[in-house]
Structures are given as C-alpha cells and as structure tokens.
C-alpha cells in the first residue's frame, strides 16, 4: 500500500517533513496542493485528502493522517526515519521533542504570525490589506524574543539546537526562519550563530533543502549566502 | 531516583499533566511555582529548574525536560502512563497525536490569546493595560473558529476528541477550555457539543479534574454546571 504525500512547498512544516523524507529515502506519491490557488478549500479536498484542509498531510494505505509532528512520529514509529535524525533513544528523543514543542508554541507561531501581516495576507488582498506599522512592530518584537532565544540559549554552546549532531528539530526551525525571507526579513544579518547553524542545516540537508526552497528563494529575491 | 514536578495550576498545560501524573499514579515530588508572584523569573529558576522559564516541567533524576507533550512522551516511553489514556498502538496514537498539535497550532493558541488579552494582561497591571474592544473582538472570533472546529468535527460522531475512548488529548483540551471562565468567556452557552463532552472528561477524570481546576473555579466565580 503506498503513502501519498500532499504538500505545498510555501508551507514551512511541508517543506520540513519533504527534506526529511527525502533525506530518510521513503518513496511516497507525489501530491502538491497549491495552497494560493485554494487548492485545499475545495469540498473534494475536505471529504477526502484532509477534513482540517490544511498541508502537510499524508494517506498511508488508507490511513488519513495530518500535522506535521503526528506525520513523523507516525513514520518513525515504522522504522522510516533514520534514527540520526529523529532518535529513539529516551533521554535524546525527549530533548527533541522538547524542541519541536517549544518551536511550535513560540518560534514557529510568532514567525507564521509576522509572516501572514507582512505578506500572505496583503498577497491574497491584491494589496488591500495593509499591516499598521504598530502592528508589524508589535509582531517582529515578539518573532524576536523567540530568536533571541535561538541565538543565546538554543545554540548557545552546540553546533544544533539538540546538541552536536543535526536532528529533525533543526529541519523544522530552519525551515520555519527561512520563511521569514519572504516577508524580507533578514535572520541572517542579524544573528551570527543563527546564520553559521542555518548554512550548516542547508549544507547537511542539500540537495533536499535547496529544492524544497526553491519558492521561497524565488520570492525573496535571492538564495541565502 | 525521584521526579520532581514543577506547575501551577493557573497553567492550562501544567493542570493536564498533573491530572494524568494523578490518574497514571505516578509518584513526584510537589514543586508549586507561583507564576502570579514571579517564582519562575528568578536566576536560580532559569539556571537550576528550567532555562525557558515556563511551566510545567520536571526533573528526573537530574534530567530536566520542559514541554507538556514532551513530557508526557517521555513518561509514556517509560511505561508510566496507562495506554488508555495514551495508547502505544501505531495508528491510535498518530490519531492522538495529531489530535494534541492541532490543538497547540490552533485552539490552545487562540485561547492564550484571549485569556491575556482579556484577564492577565489587565490583572497584571492592576488594571492599567485594557485591550480594545476591537482586538478583543478579533481574538474571540480567532478563538470560536477553533470551538466551531472541535463541535462540528472533533466531536461530530464520536464521545471524545480521538473515538468513543478519553484520552489525553480530551484532558489537555478541556483544561485549554476551561481557561477561558477566567476570561468570563462560557464555553458551554455556545456549544452544546463541547458542553456534554466537558462533563464526560471532568467525570472521566475525578477528583483530580476539581482538584486541578481550583483556583479556576474560584477566580471564575463558579463551578461548572
């Protein structure tokens, strides 16, 4: 029975979880879903693909499953995730965990947040919509508590946010921040130890990163350097 | 070696685990932090309990893991909570799973929101930060569009949020719910659906449900009905 793999690269967690299939050699049918078409919105969508009609999310023999956590465990508890990547260790896979959840109450949702006012929402408005300066300022502050965090305390003394060897943790907040290229926001010139651990997340993921940023490149206007 | 658990119970996420240390009967040493009084911003906080900050957290014989589901992982891969409640089987617990970062993208977010917005950010300043009405407004539809999900989809066809059994993912997204009596927002007027299956879960999970919804009930004026 086979897995069908429905994605849409502009989605931070489905770039993720498509580097880290990549990377862990799991054959999937390939089913993007074109997110600024409204692909996802479709009743068809819905009933069949995904009820909470979002991206990413799988069908294993059957077997409807979404969010991009719950899609990894679900894998990696079938042998498919490299264990480099995603441990089963107790003591290592607890540590990840940890960074994951973290990422998504914190990091993932304050970058999302800045994202959407800067761009997602006035892109889909044709430029109506417009973010108050007050309001993206409000929003870049938080995004950047949560960087500041990245910089001083999650890589604060390794080379990886869960130590000296690069997990899926890694993949999901790299892909998180490279988002933020989009709404021309620039991670890079601003935090020296984020800039040398994204370049060594690109490096150990490649060729699988760069394809999976293929779009956000294009639309930010140039690749990281 | 023994665990040390680090919660208040005005967390939404530290009442969850405590209720499901509680049912699991796991033993652990009781390490209350007031977050109204500061207790978690302290050096000796960040440098000896927990480096974020936050709570719940623990520390099992010297090993410091912060994150409710990461935690709750953690403890499962031990053997330490029942499969009732966390089943270990593949497809059962991806439903969970799935089920717990949905929430954490989207309901329990938008609950935290409004909650500050309406009750903590006033009560912290003794009443000098007041949100607009209008933000307010945004934040409650924010919010609803979650309820509207757990009603209609959630709980469409079935008693709990993954099938006919609790699990911890009804745990976790009740104590979510309840916050909001503090933020004078009843949940159940609305929702007739969520109504019934609060009832299930507090049922399902007495006394510790009352026991951690204490302070709850009594800044909110009043039991549940």
Redesign the interface.
């Known amino acids: 029975m086979s897995l069908a793999y429905y994605y849409d690269l502009l989605s931070p967690p489905a770039r993720t979880l498509h580097i880290i299939l990549k990377m862990s050699g799991v054959q999937f049918e390939d089913c993007p879903v074109a997110l600024l078409k409204g692909e996802h919105m479709t009743e068809d969508y819905k009933n069949n693909i995904n009820?909470?009609q979002k991206v990413p999310c799988i069908i294993d023999g059957g077997?409807k499953?979404?969010?991009?956590?719950?899609?990894l465990?679900?894998l990696s508890?079938?042998g498919k995730i490299p264990e480099h990547l995603y441990s089963k260790n107790?003591?290592e896979?607890?540590?990840i965990?940890?960074c994951?959840?973290?990422q998504?109450?914190t990091l993932?949702?304050t970058c999302a947040l800045y994202f959407r006012a800067k761009w997602l929402e006035p892109t889909l408005s044709g430029g109506k919509t417009q973010p108050s300066p007050e309001k993206l300022e409000t929003l870049k502050t938080r995004m950047e508590t949560n960087l500041d965090?990245v910089e001083k305390?999650w890589l604060e003394s390794s080379d990886f946010l869960c130590g000296n060897q690069m997990t899926v943790a890694d993949i999901f907040a790299a892909c998180v921040l490279e988002q933020t290229r989009i709404a021309e926001y620039d991670v890079r010139a601003q935090y020296p130890k984020i800039r040398a651990w994204l370049k060594r997340v690109r490096e150990a993921c490649n060729p699988y990163f760069d394809y999976a940023h293929q779009t956000v490149y294009k639309i930010g206007g140039s690749e990281p350097n």
Do not use: G, N, P
């Open positions: 009820r909470f077997f499953l979404a969010e991009s956590i719950a899609i465990r679900y508890a079938q107790l003591v896979q607890a540590r965990d940890e994951l959840e973290w998504q109450t993932a949702s965090l305390l």
